[in-house]
T-cell receptor, first 112, second 115 residues
Framework: EAQVTQNPRYLITVTGKKLTVTCSQN?????MSWYRQDPGLGLRQIYY???????DKGDVPEGYKVSRKEKRNFPLILESPSPNQTSLYFC???????????FGPGTRLTVL | AQSVTQPDIHITVSEGASLELRCNYS??????LFWYVQSPGQGLQLLLK??????LVQGIKGFEAEFKRSQSSFNLRKPSVHWSDAAEYFC?????????????FGAGTRLAVHP
C-alpha cells in the first residue's frame, strides 16, 4: 500500500530536549516536505527536499533541521524544542511532475 | 505573493442539505488548485484537484469544485451532505519555488453536520 508514515504519532517532551520525528514514504517520490498545522493558520511549510542530499527552508524553518540521506526518509529534528513548537506536524511527498502531495497521518507534539 | 483565503471558519449544515465551501486564491500564474479534507485525528486526504481543462472537477465522496478564473475562486460543493462529512476542509494552491512543488494552504473551514 502506497503510504507516508510518521513516528511517533504523539509526543510530549520538555523544553530543550532534542527530538526527532521520522517520516518515510514507499512511493519512490523525489520531493518531500514538512508542515506544521496550527489553529487558524492552516498548514505552513517548514522544510522541503527535492532529492537526496538536497534540502531547503520553507516558510517557518526557525528551530528545525532536516536531513535527506535516503530517498524514502526525511526526518525532522528539533535540537532544542520550545513551547511555541507545540503543534501538529505533517510530512508529505510528491512526484516532481505533479503537485499532488500525499500526507502522513501527523505527529502531535507538545513541548512543556 | 501567493495566498489562499477561506472566508468561513465554521459552517453548520443539516444532513441532506447542500454545501458550498468558499475558496479564493491569489496567484500570478495559472494555478494548480486542491481541496483536502481532514477528519478528526486523521491526516489530510485529497478530495479533488484542478490542473487544467474542464473547470468543473469531480472528486471523491460526491464532492465537486468549480474553478472560476475571473473570480479567483475554487469553491467546493456537495449536493447532499452526510453526517460523515463533518471534518475540516482545506483549500490549497500549488506554487513552484525553485522547481519544487509547494502547497499554500488556506486556514481551513470546519464543517459540522446536524442530524
Amino acid at each position: 500500500e502506497a503510504q507516508v508514515t510518521q513516528n511517533p504519532r504523539y509526543l510530549i517532551t520538555v523544553t530543550g530536549k532534542k527530538l526527532t520525528v521520522t517520516c518515510s514514504q514507499n512511493m519512490n517520490h523525489e520531493y518531500m516536505s514538512w508542515y506544521r498545522q496550527d489553529p487558524g493558520l492552516g498548514l505552513r511549510q517548514i522544510y522541503y527536499s527535492m532529492n537526496v542530499e538536497v534540502t531547503d527552508k520553507g516558510d517557518v524553518p526557525e528551530g528545525y533541521k532536516v536531513s535527506r540521506k535516503e530517498k524514502r526518509n526525511f526526518p525532522l529534528i528539533l535540537e532544542s524544542p520550545s513551547p511555541n513548537q507545540t503543534s501538529l506536524y505533517f510530512c508529505a511527498s510528491s512526484k516532481p511532475a505533479t503537485d499532488t502531495q500525499y500526507f502522513g497521518p501527523g505527529t502531535r507534539l507538545t513541548v512543556l | 505573493a501567493q495566498s489562499v483565503t477561506q472566508p468561513d471558519i465554521h459552517i453548520t449544515v443539516s444532513e441532506g442539505a447542500s454545501l458550498e465551501l468558499r475558496c479564493n486564491y491569489s496567484y500570478g500564474a495559472t494555478p494548480y488548485l486542491f481541496w483536502y479534507v481532514q477528519s478528526p485525528g486523521q491526516g489530510l486526504q485529497l478530495l479533488l484537484k484542478y490542473f487544467s481543462g474542464d473547470t468543473l472537477v469531480q472528486g471523491i465522496k460526491g464532492f465537486e469544485a468549480e474553478f472560476k478564473r475571473s473570480q479567483s475562486s475554487f469553491n467546493l460543493r456537495k449536493p447532499s451532505v452526510h453526517w460523515s462529512d463533518a471534518a475540516e476542509y482545506f483549500c490549497a494552491v500549488g506554487a513552484r519555488a525553485g522547481g519544487y512543488n509547494k502547497l499554500i494552504f488556506g486556514a481551513g473551514t470546519r464543517l459540522a453536520v446536524h442530524p
